[in-house]
């Protein structure tokens, strides 16, 4: 054997090692992707708090449309941790079902279903608007935001189902005492207007409502940066709010983007969020991006991280138990160890 003979082997030797070495890394990457999801994401009875004694657990009533604001994970989560709301009102023409509801002591989320009763409600159930109130006595509470939004998954001729989440506290807001979002239509009016009911039609609306909780009923976790800022985690979504968040209006709107976003497991191991949904980063200002982009997961940002209104929703539920951390945009949030 000569030597161009010998260097001829042994090239196609290094290539054929090369090939299979980079097959065995990607398999290798796609795995540990993989078993750092399952780490995180949320099992039976882990993430949600579940009520002493209880075993079986009830199916959602609007399973399918749930599943497109919080993925089949996260639809199993609040079912078996009994995370479900169930309230019902209806007045002959609309009922709401208030599906799920998540309260981690500084935002509620959850998802609500509007179904027509009658022929002629089907083309009012897109045509609402919400405004918030005191129980103990009806006061309109002014500057109190709340998002909703729906997407073509989520409708059908009698039905939509909507995603939310209210702030709970603001620099208006007696947070002493409890909500309620009251669901209405809105008149058009070119006149002055001494009372805002004048402006309300609840021909539809009458008596839609439902109370917002007060207290925390899902498990969550403070990371915090070396610079002192402080983030609440809980399974279903990351934010914060200042109490003073409402006055903060040129904040609370300019544009953020998050460009990665990395989770980071109680043994030190890291998953990309972001790179597992093969997404180049999520903005405020478009709030979230379509589910074919992102394998099917709803996801929503509001307002600016470095600002007192910030929240992001996963789309899916997460065991926090099991995460110590988050990096977003290379900017690390640590639990207290």
């Known amino acids: 054997m000569n030597e161009q003979d010998y260097m001829n082997i042994t090239s ?7 090939v299979e070495y980079k097959v065995i890394e ?18 039976a009875a882990v993430a949600l708090m579940i009520p002493v004694g209880v075993i079986a657990y009830s199916r959602l009533t609007h ?3 749930v599943s497109v604001y919080y993925s089949e994970e996260g639809v ?3 079912e078996e941790n009994m995370a479900m709301s169930g309230f019902t009102v209806e007045n002959g023409k609309i009922r709401l079902t208030v599906d799920a509801m998540m309260c981690d002591g500084n935002y509620v989320e959850g998802v609500y279903t509007l179904t027509a009763l009658t022929e002629d409600a089907k083309d009012h159930l897109e045509t609402y608007s919400l405004y918030r109130t005191y129980v103990d006595n009806g006061e309109e509470i002014w500057v109190s935001f709340m998002s909703y939004c729906m997407t073509s998954e989520a409708r059908t001729e009698n039905e939509v189902t909507y995603s939310f989440r209210c702030p709970l506290r603001a620099s208006i807001i007696d947070d002493t005492r409890p909500t309620r979002i009251v669901f209405c239509e809105e008149i058009e009016y070119t006149g002055i207007v001494n009372d805002f009911n004048d402006l309300r039609d609840f021909t539809y609306y009458e008596g839609i409502y439902f109370d917002l909780p007060s207290e925390p009923n ?9 610079d002192g800022t402080e983030l609440t985690l809980s399974p279903f979504s990351l934010n914060t709010l200042d ?3 409402d006055l903060y209006q040129n904040e609370r709107f300019a544009e953020d983007m998050i460009e990665s976003f990395v989770f980071i497991t109680t043994d030190g191991e890291r998953y990309d969020f972001f790179a597992d949904l093969n997404i180049s980063g999520l903005s405020s200002i478009t709030n979230g991006i379509a589910l074919e982009e992102a394998k099917g997961l709803s996801l929503e940002l509001n307002g600016n991280i470095s600002s007192g209104n910030f ?3 996963f789309g899916t539920a997460f065991d926090v138990e099991n995460i110590s951390g988050v ?8 639990e207290d160890k």
Not at 31 to 37: C, F, G
Not at 327 to 334: L, Q, R, T
């Open 327 to 334: 990096e977003i945009n290379g900017v690390a949030y640590m």
């Open 76 to 78: 199993r989560a609040i």
């Open 218 to 226: 899902v498990p969550t976790k403070t990371l915090r940066s070396d």
């Open 243 to 245: 109490k003073y968040w």
């Open 63 to 65: 399973r399918d449309k």
């Open 311 to 313: 929240s992001f929703k």
């Open 26 to 43: 990607a398999k290798r990457n796609i795995t540990l992707r993989k078993r750092l999801r399952t780490a995180i994401v949320v099992a």
């Open 12 to 18: 196609k030797i290094d290539e054929k090692y090369v």
